[in-house]
């Protein structure tokens, strides 16, 4: 994938989230993504983003169009933090489960909004979620 345009965003507060939702939504309005999929992908980043503020405190969200080998063009967002990561990746995959006080959608609900979905995380080490959606054309990943 070549990387062609791209922000950063700190996330420290509600307010950055929704900054992160509003230049996600800016960016993939220029490609060919549907306003469902932006709006799919705006959802995803709240979760994430969010996830980022009550668990780690602060982070950052990275937004990138991208490109694959068909010249097909995408948004790849990663969210990032140095927090607690998560101690049972498998279990906080799963509906309905949380360590705080939140519903326990958000990882498993990202992870179904978007194309691709990946995780990297370990206790005391962090979190880096990567999402992508590509503009339509796809099958999306379920």
């Known amino acids: 994938m070549a990387d062609e345009h791209g922000s950063v965003i700190p996330i420290e507060s509600d307010a950055d989230v929704v900054t992160a939702r509003q230049q996600a939504r800016a960016m993939a309005s220029g490609l060919e993504l549907t306003s469902t999929d932006q709006t799919l992908l705006a959802t995803a980043i709240s979760e994430v983003a969010r996830n980022i503020t009550a668990y780690a405190k ?25 927090g607690p990561g998560i101690e049972n990746l498998e279990l906080a995959l799963q509906d309905g489960f949380t360590s705080g006080t939140g519903l326990g959608l958000g990882l498993p ?6 194309d691709e979905f990946d995780i990297e995380t370990a206790p005391g080490r962090g979190t880096t979620v990567t999402l992508v959606m590509w503009e339509r054309g796809n099958s999306r990943a379920a």
């Open 109 to 114: 609900g990202a992870r179904r909004l978007v």
């Open 58 to 82: 602060r982070g950052e969200v990275q937004l990138k169009i991208v490109r694959d080998d068909h010249g097909r063009h995408g948004i790849r967002v990663i969210a990032r933090d140095d």
